[in-house]
């Protein structure tokens, strides 16, 4: 893309919510975004013209490789697929909008023995699909589970289904290349339930925060921490007037993070007893899955969690 495509790119994009725009409003119970790069705070930034659209490394290599997987899949299953040369607009809801990686031309229709799954074309019971295309490294691509599953990290999950919601599609393929040479193919099938709570949630921040005067509010997301940090010119002295919002946020704060030290200490004597009982060896095989303290090549052992799976349970 030449800079003066990206520069009016950027401008059209500040005109509407976007998959990944949609899939940063959404929060954890607790209230954490979902996304790992995006919060509502930062999506009206964004929009608003008060920060940069970014476009960091992995971004842009995930673009370098967006045709080579495109292609892939293509000659893999016998599709063709239409890369979509303008935003798709929703045709009633001028400021809802997504940009599909590609669109798949031929109905398809998904075959799976729950190991290997082929992605057939079926003109007369076939589903209108589009083709969702990523890149992860080698930690990022933990997150993804068995391919043919739709275990993938909840914001791609919420990415396709706006896409599927605009572009007026039943199926989405998550194509992904993890660590440069594991490709896989995730299923994600269209969920009106949950599409009807995103709409909610973008009318809702677009009538309050886009055609308002209200900002949203600050997360503990680090990209709202990165903000905050270069938001404002320090003075060297004077306190700002509070208020009881903010009289209640300090007291809780204070409870927290004396809950935390004592947490911090209760979670590390956990792992020492662990580590006690791996001793000299490189880990330990529980009926969760193993746990592993080993040395890297400078002979630092490290704690590692990564492959245990405990169910959860409601305290």
Not at 281 to 306: E, H, M, Q, V
């Amino acid at each position: 893309m030449q800079l003066h495509e990206r520069e009016d790119w950027l401008k059209e994009r500040r005109t509407y919510l976007g998959a990944t725009d949609v899939a940063g409003l959404l929060t954890d119970p607790q209230g954490n975004p979902i996304h790992p790069y995006k919060t509502p705070h930062g999506v009206w930034l964004e929009k608003k013209g008060l920060a940069a659209t970014e476009e960091n490394e992995a971004m842009v290599w995930g673009h370098e490789h967006e045709d080579t997987i495109a292609r892939h899949f293509s000659r893999r299953h016998g599709l063709r697929v239409q890369r979509c040369k303008s935003v798709v607009r929703h045709p009633t809801i001028e400021h809802f909008a997504c940009n599909p990686d590609r669109l798949i031309q031929a109905k398809i229709r998904v075959e799976t023995d729950g190991v290997n799954t082929r992605i057939v074309k079926d003109s007369k019971n076939g589903l209108k699909a589009l083709l969702q295309i990523k890149t992860a490294g080698f930690f990022a691509g933990r997150e993804f589970e068995a391919a043919g599953t739709d275990r993938v990290p909840d914001a791609y999950v919420a990415q396709c289904q706006w896409e599927l919601f605009i572009a007026d599609r039943q199926l989405a393929i998550l194509a992904v290349l993890i660590d440069t040479n594991d490709y896989r193919e995730y299923v994600i099938e269209r969920n009106d339930d949950l599409i009807s709570g995103m709409i909610e949630l973008a009318t809702d921040f677009w009538t309050e925060y886009m055609l308002g005067d209200k900002e949203p509010p600050i997360t503990g997301h680090r990209k709202d921490t990165e903000w905050l940090k270069g938001a404002y010119e320090p003075k060297p002295e004077g306190l700002a007037v509070s208020t009881e919002e903010i009289d209640e946020t300090a007291r809780l704060l204070a409870i927290h993070v004396e809950r935390h030290k004592r947490h911090e200490v209760y979670v590390e004597g956990l792992k020492n007893r662990i580590r006690q009982a791996i001793g000299e060896n490189a880990g330990i095989d529980t009926i969760y899955g193993p746990i592993y303290w080993k040395a890297d090549s400078r002979g630092i052992r490290k704690f590692d969690l990564s492959k245990l799976d405990v169910p959860e349970q409601n305290d």
